[in-house]
């Protein structure tokens, strides 16, 4: 069974640099056509895309927000690290991190998401 | 971006009640559309993908239609646990979009 938790800060300041681990078990993200995406969700808000990493190393990353993202993973840990500078309140969601359906881009399994508060 | 429409944001029926969930797309996404059933405070869950394979596990009374750029996601008989928000998202193009979600209320 797949399971992915995201763990890291509940609050953060502005300016700061968040940093965010996916760590998941009931796959190898060194197995082909493995992925794991972070998507955020503003409290009463829709869900947005935010980044991906696929098994072989290749990313993908919202063109919006690209200059601040930086998505790597660890195979032999079975984690996925999410950094994003600059943080601004804007930026206050809840931060999932989800497992990429191998035959196609969407989501089958997903972390219970943790919030994320930017606040001086 | 592809912008995903979602209309209306909320819905309000009664258990038993067949409901009807409309999404729009700004361009085609062809048949690359999946649906998420989101509950307070719970991570989305996968209900359909390819616009009408249900995914597994998923009751029966659910069901996705659609093509190009108008899509369906019909409840045949609305159960308790079926109140909740349904979002919509294409990935038949990068960046991949989510619409802005459809409350299912109670009437």
């Known amino acids: 069974q797949i399971t992915l938790k995201e763990s890291g800060p509940t609050l953060v300041k502005p300016t700061q640099t968040l940093t965010l681990t996916c760590t998941f078990s009931g796959f190898s993200l060194s197995t082909y056509g493995a992925g794991v995406a972070w998507i955020r969700q503003p409290p009463g808000k829709t869900l947005e895309w935010l980044t991906l990493?696929?098994?072989?190393?290749?990313?993908r990353y919202s063109p919006s927000l690209k200059s601040r993202l930086t998505i790597t993973k660890d195979t032999s840990k079975n984690q996925v690290v999410l950094t994003m500078t600059n943080m601004d309140p804007v930026d206050t969601a809840t931060y999932y991190c989800?497992?990429?359906?191998?035959?196609?881009?969407?989501?089958?399994?997903w972390g219970q998401g943790t919030l994320v508060t930017v606040s001086s | 971006d592809i912008q995903m429409t979602q209309s209306p944001s909320t819905l309000s029926a009664s258990v038993g009640d067949r409901v009807t969930i409309p999404c729009r797309a700004s361009q085609s996404v062809s048949y690359y559309l999946a649906w998420y059933q989101q509950k307070p405070g719970k991570a989305p869950k996968l209900l359909i993908y390819?616009?009408?394979n249900l995914e597994s596990g998923v009751p029966s009374r659910f069901s996705g239609s659609g093509s190009g750029t108008e899509f369906t996601l019909t409840i045949s008989s609305l159960q308790p646990d079926d109140f909740a928000t349904y979002y919509c998202q294409q990935y038949n193009s990068f960046p991949w979009t989510f619409g802005q979600g459809t409350k299912v209320e109670v009437k």
């Open positions: 990493i696929f098994w072989d190393d290749d990313k």
């Open positions: 390819k616009a009408s």
């Open positions: 989800a497992h990429r359906h191998p035959r196609g881009y969407y989501f089958d399994f």
